[in-house]
């Protein structure tokens, strides 16, 4: 081998476990994976939130992984209140409540039998929010839509608060109405409690916290990359399914917690 290839191989070394971080050691097996996805869909053309559209081929790919591997899927309530936690278990979850989670997701669920929790903004019919990276808005779940995917068992309903509002800006009052209406009116829906609350853009504070405590939430997750620990039941970290990502990365983030450094 001569020293020109062997430097190329080094440095191909180098640049694939700096882009993926094979080399960690994975955390242990008893530890839960929450997964963070937020749109089931192909990727728009020229749309800049497409790095949070995980294409239907591909979350099956995920889905059919996390079988094959004996993984169960709880919800997140459902995992929080087991008395023994049992190994490889995994919560999926879906920011924003999209459309798209019952047209592409709800089939690919029922086919795996995996359960899910989706934190809606019921106050909202599109993703307004983001209005200001993309032209147009994309559709939420329908009120039917909703009802369907409860119904089936699979799914749990928590809060993302009412209008996705963020958290650490808004004053004390619109806070608390937030957290109390949104809670409220998902329960109304599905007839069933609302336990769980998804910080809007992944921002909260020590105040925040506690305002999420006073509303009778039971768990909060955030955005945090990284494994969740349910000791802190109101900062549990998730593990963000990337639309871009490559299976490999899946691979690593579940067992790793991380793909890169």
């Known amino acids: 081998m001569s020293f020109i290839t062997l430097t190329w191989l080094t440095l191909l070394f180098i640049f694939s476990s700096l882009r993926f971080a094979w080399w960690r050691i994975p955390p242990s097996l008893s530890r839960p994976r929450i997964l963070m996805y937020h749109m089931i869909e192909p990727h728009r053309p020229d749309h800049q939130l497409n790095a949070y559209r995980v294409s239907p081929d591909t979350f099956e790919l995920h889905l059919k992984w996390i079988t094959k591997n004996n993984w169960t899927t709880y919800t997140i309530s459902e995992y929080q ?111 069933q409690p609302c336990r769980s609350f998804a910080y809007p853009y992944g921002r909260f504070t020590k105040q925040s916290i506690s305002w999420v405590k006073e509303a009778a939430y039971k768990t909060a997750v955030t955005t945090r990359p990284g494994i969740a620990d349910f000791n802190n039941p109101y900062q549990l970290n998730r593990i963000n399914m990337h639309g871009f990502d490559t299976f490999f990365d899946f691979y690593l983030r579940l067992t790793r917690g991380k793909n890169k450094l």
């Open 81 to 191: 209140i087991l008395n023994k936690k049992p190994k490889k278990s995994l919560c999926l979850t879906f920011d924003d409540g999209f459309g798209s989670l019952f047209t592409n997701a709800f089939p690919l669920l029922k086919k795996y039998n995996c359960k899910a929790t989706i934190y809606l903004v019921p106050d909202r019919q599109t993703n307004v929010w983001d209005l200001g990276i993309e032209k147009d808005g994309t559709s939420l779940l329908t009120k039917e839509q909703i009802q369907e995917l409860s119904h089936s068992g699979l799914v749990e309903f928590g809060s993302h608060t009412a209008t996705h509002a963020d958290l650490k800006q808004a004053d004390i009052h619109r806070i608390k109405h937030e957290l109390m209406a949104s809670k409220k009116k998902i329960e109304n829906l599905v007839n």
